[in-house]
């Protein structure tokens, strides 16, 4: 729980200020405990002996947050404290603790230095009092070095298993990711298939509708009833076809992650999309030169078709002539759809207020660029509306 006006640095900083200081009152006591209880390796400490044994743990209970300046703060209060010759073994807790703290804190070469130097100053002052004080110190050089190593190998080992533990969590976010990534794909694939399947349905359904409803208008005397039949087994037969890719589509979001997406549209459906169309009342002029393709390219050669063969219906107006084409020239498809009614309105002034501008030139757009194409849509000089796009067949996009 935070303390109210503090964030976690502060209570975390607070914590490591406790409990360092709390580690200086135990090294401390220690240290009272040495000076009184050994002898024969210094002098028992008088009034200023106590005062700087004392003082030297001052600066532990700020270790871990200036290591470098408790550090240097130990050596003013330890200096005089040996130099007098007070018990020499009473601050050796908190000396080696400090030399630990600085080899895990600081950088390699800084714990070089600090350690060649207090073991070039230490022993040079032992030997210039004598060989046995000199030989004793190169007792004590040892729990220096041993202090020093402890403290190195603990930073490394810090070091590692925050690499380790940074490595997990960039690897844990990619995975997240490119989990996100894949869940908005897929999402505009479904998308696209239902708008591209429903489009095309409805508008069909919706131009069948007219001619039933014209040949019933245009001489109720005398009813053609095989045309209203035939228009209405139309209209029936598009909904059954919508029917059926409307279930295929959504079992794709049933199925799990191991499932298949089962057969994509591919160029063998053309002719039931010109099929479709010609119900419609448009003469559709299909010409396919090569019906192999890979998959991805084949199912958006078929959606584009689609979506053209929907907007020439739903914009074309009567006596409507398309002409599907599509060609392999090297390692590329090349679709085109060509009509020869009024192009579809551009949003702005001059649409219908009730009608949103739609997403079939997008959606066409997206569709090509998916397998690394490209497509360009617009009027024709001549007349009509015109689809142009070329697909790769030799390579992934």
């Known amino acids: 729980?935070?303390?109210?006006?503090?964030?976690?640095r502060d209570v975390s900083?607070?914590?490591?200020?406790?409990?360092d200081a709390l580690l200086a009152a135990v090294m401390a006591v220690a240290a009272v405990v040495i000076a009184l209880t050994t002898s024969g390796n210094g002098r028992h400490p008088?009034?200023?002996?106590?005062?700087?044994?004392?003082?030297?743990?001052?600066?532990s209970a700020f270790r871990?947050?200036?290591?470098?300046?408790?550090?240097?703060?130990?050596?003013?209060?330890?200096?005089?404290y040996h130099a007098l010759d007070y018990n020499h073994t009473a601050p050796m807790v908190v000396s080696m603790t400090a030399l630990y703290t600085i080899a895990a804190t600081g950088r390699p070469l800084r714990t070089l230095f600090l350690g060649a130097g207090v073991l070039g100053i230490m022993l040079g002052v032992k030997f210039g009092e004598g060989m046995t004080e000199g030989t004793e110190a190169l007792r004590i050089s040892g729990w220096i070095v041993a202090f020093l190593l402890v403290g190195v190998i603990v930073r490394v080992h810090r070091q590692y298993v925050a690499s380790v533990v940074e490595r997990a969590e960039r690897a844990e976010r990619t995975r997240e990711e490119e989990a996100r990534r894949r869940v908005a794909e897929e999402r505009l694939r479904v998308a696209r298939d239902l708008h591209d399947l429903l489009a095309h349905s409805i508008t069909l359904v919706g131009v069948q509708t007219s001619v039933a409803a014209h040949v019933l208008q245009a001489d109720p005397d005398r009813l053609d009833r095989a045309a209203v039949a035939k228009a209405l087994d139309d209209i029936a037969e598009t909904?059954?076809?919508?029917?059926?890719?409307?279930?295929?589509?959504?079992?794709?979001?049933?199925a799990g992650p191991d499932d298949s997406r089962g057969p994509l549209p591919g160029l063998d459906g053309l002719p039931d999309l010109a099929e479709a169309a010609r119900?419609?009342?448009?003469?559709?002029?299909?010409?396919?030169?090569?019906?192999?393709?890979?998959?991805?390219?084949?199912?958006?050669?078929?959606?584009?078709?689609?979506?053209?063969?929907?907007?020439?219906?739903?914009?074309g107006g009567p006596g409507l002539t398309v002409?599907?084409?599509i060609r392999s020239r090297g390692d590329a498809l090349h679709l085109r759809v060509a009509?020869?009614?009024a192009p579809p309105p551009p949003p702005g002034p001059g649409a219908q207020p009730d009608r949103p501008p739609g997403f079939g030139l997008l959606g066409m757009r997206e569709r090509a660029r998916s397998v690394g194409g490209t497509l360009d849509a617009g009027p024709r000089a001549q007349g009509g509306f015109e689809v142009a796009a070329v697909l790769p067949t030799g390579g992934h996009p």
Request: with cysteine.
């Open 46 to 59: 008088d009034a200023l002996g106590w005062a700087l044994l004392l003082a030297a743990h001052v600066p």
């Open 239 to 254: 909904c059954r076809t919508a029917r059926g890719e409307l279930r295929a589509t959504l079992e794709v979001l049933r």
């Open 1 to 8: 729980m935070l303390v109210p006006g503090l964030g976690r």
């Open 323 to 325: 002409r599907v084409g």
């Open 279 to 315: 119900t419609a009342g448009a003469t559709v002029d299909l010409s396919v030169e090569n019906m192999e393709a890979p998959p991805a390219v084949g199912a958006a050669a078929y959606r584009i078709v689609q979506e053209a063969l929907t907007n020439a219906v739903r914009h």
């Open 13 to 19: 900083a607070a914590r490591t200020l406790r409990e």
């Open 64 to 80: 871990r947050r200036a290591p470098l300046r408790a550090f240097l703060g130990l050596v003013v209060c330890v200096a005089p």
């Open 339 to 341: 009509d020869d009614g």
